[in-house]
């Protein structure tokens, strides 16, 4: 399908080129409340809806946004929100019966400086485990973190495509300190949308075959759906006490992502043939920590980087390769340890976790400082 | 009559509800209304909260449902109306759902005057959950967590509503069917939000906690309390003391 902007060079912020991603991804109903730093993207979301036609709602608080949202999916929209930490809160029941009704729906949260309120204005990467386990009971959702604002753009068409193909929430995990950060970017003339699946009369809630991923209806198209997130069969009938569709069900929402995570999963790798120590980093901690590999290997040092792209599902096979080749990974993030304890669930060496949690981006100088120890 | 709803029903479910709830009358009106009003139910979209009266139409109408979070059926329901105007959107839950967890979401919807129609089921309390107190219980009345009477008073909804800017509200009791079915039918063809409080007897747990008899005498005594609007001029407080007020309380589109 044809880019909505003309191809070429832009100077946008991130917020800015996720509002523009959306758009690309032929979003066409977003509803979003007002938060800092992440109201750039209602906000211009707000003009261009206008001239591009799409649906634009300003709701009374985050609650109302994410099961707006939910709403107009099932009426057919490719349907998105946006937040920050305090929003993504509130958002988390809504989210749950999102996960539960195979609801594809994009969730956008400006990381900033939390718990609590927190410091508005001031990155974190605080809510990885939230995205990850933010409502009651097992969850499996997607989530994608951009460490430019091209990839911010990027990124945004890729988490609509990947919330339709799997009927699951998908997050852009991104960061106060690329959502205000401004830098050129490209839009290209092309733009994969991926529809969703189809087939009038088939179960909308289960499925044996292929990707475990069961084709959805809209409201409006005679398929008298039932949509509860209540416990249900194969064509939505709640089924509360029933162990074996309770079984089912949850085993299904499981594996539907995580059979298929070896498609999902993204990532970069650099200098990763001779590293002995490998820093594994994600968003704009990645930026900072290439600037540092770069600088040590100009020193003779044997440092890598891996970049995760994809937070979740987590690259679980990956980090157990690469832990059982590098003799340490250092772990820098703006969180106490959140991917640091993952990559120690599944890598066989050292790993070092690197938190910093003062509302600051992490600087180069600091990794150098923390590879020098290791290396 | 009643065998041509049945096109309108699920085929297969029994009733959740308990011997002598409104909310079975209160199915039943609803599907009069849209068979009077000849209103294809494929076309329509019913968007339901948790509790008992939630279950009025998910399952049981043989339609598109949308089984909501508990109190959020407005913002479920603004989404998909915005999304596609097409869709005859019907929300029907209790009055805890929708006024005491979601009153916030119910005056927005109304401010906003979305074509919604909002059709509250008032037992006056949770009675899914074992009968605790709403904002809609009696001042004084006994419930699961007041038991030694409610000391706060309740909302008058239609008020309520009405103040934040619906298009068309009423109240009526499941004991006055004919006027309910009017208004339901009003209701759906109102553009703009419309808001009906139908009072529903809940005897399992508001009768028997109160002291009210059993369900025969809970519906005698709505027949008794519930009054029109109109007939009300003239009246003293102390003859209106104990009459619910029923009828249209705002009719802005029609």
Known sequence: MKSVLSPGSYYFSGDEAIAEGAIAARCGYFAGYPITPASEIIERISIRFKEVGGVFIQMEDEIASICSII???????????????PGFSLMQEGIG???MTETPIVVVDVQRAGPGLGQATRPASGDIMQAKWGSHSD???IAICPWSVQEAYDQTINTFNLAEKYRVPVFLLTEEAIGHLRERMEIREDVEILERKKNPGAAPFGTEEGDGVPPMPAFGEKEKLLVTSSTHNDYGMRKTDDPLVQARLVSRLYSKIMNNREKIIDYDAYFMEDADVVVVCYGFTARSSLFAIEEMRGAGGKVGMLRLKTLWPFPDRLVKDIGSKAKKILVPEMNMGQI???????????????PQTNGEVIHPNTIIEQLRRLV | MARDLEQYLRPGLATAFCPGCGDGILLGLILRAI???EINIDDMLFVSGIGCAGWIPSPNFNADTLHALHG????????AKMFNPKLQVLVISGDGDLADIGGNHLIHGARRNIDLTVILANNFLYGMTGGQVACTTPKGAFTMTTTEGNPYRPFDLCKLVSAAGATYVARYSVTQPFPLISSIKKALQTRGFSFIEVLSPCPTQFGRRNQLG??????ESLL?????????????PEELEGKIVTGEFSDGGN
């Not at chain 1, 640091?340 to 690197?354: P, T, W």
């Not at chain 2, 059993?214 to 519906?219: A, K, L, Q, R, S």
């Open chain 2, 224 to 236: 008794d309390r519930c009054i029109m609007k109109e007939e009300t001029e003239g009246l003293s």
């Open chain 1, 71 to 85: 709403g107009a999916s099932w009426a057919g929209a490719r349907a998105m929100t946006a937040t920050s930490g």
């Open chain 1, 97 to 99: 019966h999102a996960i």
């Open chain 1, 139 to 141: 969850r499996e959702i």
């Open chain 2, 72 to 79: 959020r059926t407005i913002p479920f329901a603004t989404g």
């Open chain 2, 214 to 219: 059993n369900p025969t005498d809970m519906i």
């Open chain 1, 340 to 354: 640091a304890g993952e990559v120690m669930k599944y890598a066989s060496c050292d790993v070092i976790s690197y």
């Open chain 2, 35 to 37: 068979d009077e009003l």
